[in-house]
């Protein structure tokens, strides 16, 4: 009876044992689901962040590269007005002389033309006294004409 007694507290024992550990894997087995669920939100989360990562590294990657062009251009755009700022001394220059060059010669031109007008007024004096030069001279030689038109009539009526 002893033994029997004994095997019923083993029994006992045993069941409360088996209920514990059966609990236990329950509690166990609850924890595992929530954990898996932790786990697999924490998962998506992961995929999530390395998808964004991966879509702000793509961005980077076009603003450096718009960045580099923009710097480009901008040097470009520097060297160019460099250029056409150097371009405009150089014309400015050129506009200066020509100014300069134009006041010399319509200083010139105001020159000339005085000493044209002064050159036409002492022509037409020196034409005025050359024109009565010749008509007395013009006159003389009508004179002198006629005398010998007369000499030649009075010779040739000699001769006949």
Known sequence: QNALEEARTLLEQADRARRM???ELADTNE???DMTCTNQAIQGGKMKIDSEI?????DLDEM???AALSEEK???AMIDAARL???LRGEQELAQGLEHDRKLLEAQVKDLQARLDDAEQNALKGGKKAM???????????SELDAEN???ADSQKGLR
């Open 54 to 58: 991966q879509t702000l590294s793509a």
């Open 150 to 152: 007369r000499r030649l």
């Open 21 to 23: 550990v059966e609990q």
């Open 31 to 33: 924890t595992l689901g």
């Open 132 to 142: 009565g030069k010749m008509d007395t001279r013009i006159r003389e030689l009508e």
């Open 64 to 66: 450096t590269s718009e």
């Open 85 to 87: 700022a150097d371009e």
């Open 74 to 76: 901008a040097q470009k």
